[in-house]
């Protein structure tokens, strides 16, 4: 299952916004089980949109918040908000434990 998490950076700053989505990704050094990507909204506002491949252990959504914060500093802007889209890190918690006791 895949936790839909996303945070929302206080800046229009595309290099900024890279470089928090770059500090979150796996691929690019970050906790273990995220993919994430920069998106601009209207306003021109940044969010980090992150898929959490393990969001009940490695890539739990606080220690990927640690890292945005501390790389969103980093880059001189800041987190102002996260949220899930889809199943809460709870519902997929319920699904994981129910799948267990079917045996899947």
Known sequence: LVLNYNLLLDTTDAAAARAVADAVRSRSGGPP??????LQH????????????DPA????????RAVADAAAAAVGT???????????????RERLAEAEAAGR
Do not use: F, H
């Open 42 to 53: 209207d306003g021109g506002r940044y969010e980090v949109a992150c898929n959490l491949l």
């Open 78 to 92: 800041c987190v102002i908000s996260d949220y899930t889209i889809g199943l809460t890190l709870a519902e997929i």
């Open 57 to 64: 252990g490695l890539s739990a959504p606080a220690a990927v």
């Open 33 to 38: 089980g995220v993919e994430a990507l920069a």
